[in-house]
């Protein structure tokens, strides 16, 4: 069985290094960007089976970026991971096209939770030929 | 029958006559049946300029109130659109608030439960851990320490130790502040201060501050690869502590602008070091506090120099340093 595949965008390097690190613990194959061009770039270039996306992120930011992937047809699940928790950002990440929306600071041991659920959700919808998720 | 006094004209009119020009007609009453008391006026122009000065100052009372009028509503405008631009700053400000206070505690979080949760961490791993936590600790210090000045400025509440000190003593405090940081790859640090500098009036809490935050500025607008310098010089009865760096620089626009209370040039590039636009109106307020003086000299893509000017303490020389670390003396 291959290894998911998760991109971590996220400009903090400590935090950056804290998902790295838990995330490979828990079996998936990490691959960070930290700046928003990068993180776009890795998601053009090869789409990962998860996308952890921060909001605000040197020179693009992470609505953008969920904008841009939308797009593009891109159906990779995006976990958004914000400090944003004003209700208008919330409504916004998910209206661009984010799966999920978790608030920092977060309990580490939920957001891999719901990484799984939702990279199994994608797995089982590709299995019977249906998409998890509709164009933007 | 006419009676003339002060240029009116009473008529007394007998039955079938006509008052011409007066301009009020009565009934004589009942001993004189049909007959009529006019007034008139014995020159019609008296009435008539009379009658056109009223006119105009009645215009120009009407002028008058629309004029205040329209400056009340503009006064009333003034006031609803600068409160509406505080409440969007004061929104702001809580919104960046919460999400610079919430980073680091964020980060710290992440590595505290990985480090409890997990069974087998490696030596190096668990220091390197503890090591980004002391960072992480240290970052949401100064900013605490930053929302609290400022907090104290905006209710003039900040109140400065003055105390006479040596220049250099605000040097190597801020020196000393950043030196961890700015050690690391990727910065090129270096402090050059001239020999022989002088004392100075100051709280040098307080000044240490300001240049951190000139320095902490510095590395937050410089790239990859950053080259900052911290001098102080003693020129014509003042010290000038400058910080250079090879950053975004400033338009002319910003330099104007920058000292202001929220202001930052670059939204997503200060969110990656954290602020809430906040540093540079901290430092303004303390120099200015000390009775000195802020400038900033700056150019787009190559960087910019930010120098606070103290007045020097008279006549009187403190040690200072023979030679900075790189040997140069200014």
Redo the contacts between chains.
Sequence with gaps: MTAKKVLIVE?????L???K??FQ?NGYEVRTAN??QRGLAAILQEPPDLVLLDL????I?GYEICRAARARHLHTPIIILT????EEDIYRGLQLGADDYIT??????DVVSRANALCDLDKACAEIGVRARHDK | LQNGAEGVVVSLLPPGRDAEGAFVSLPAGASLPDWKLALSLKDQKLFDAATDQRIASYVWIGVLVVLAVIVLALLILRVIRRQMALTRLRNDLVANVTHELKTPLSGMRLLVDTLLNSEKLHEPTVREYLSLIAKENLRLSRLIDNFLAFSRMERNKYALDFHTVPAQAIVDGAAAAVQERFNASGCHFEVKSATNLPLVTADADAMVTAVVNLLDNAWKYSGEDKQITLRAASENGSVTFAVQDNGIGLSARDTKRVFKRFYQVDQSLSRSAGGCGLGLSIVKFIVMAHGGAVRVESEPGRGSRFSLVLPAKAAAKSGGREANKEGEVL
């Design positions: 400009d903090d390097a400590t935090l290094r804290g998902l690190d838990n613990a700046d928003g605000m992120l040197p020179k930011n400090a944003k928790t004003r920092k600071p977060f309990d580490i041991g």
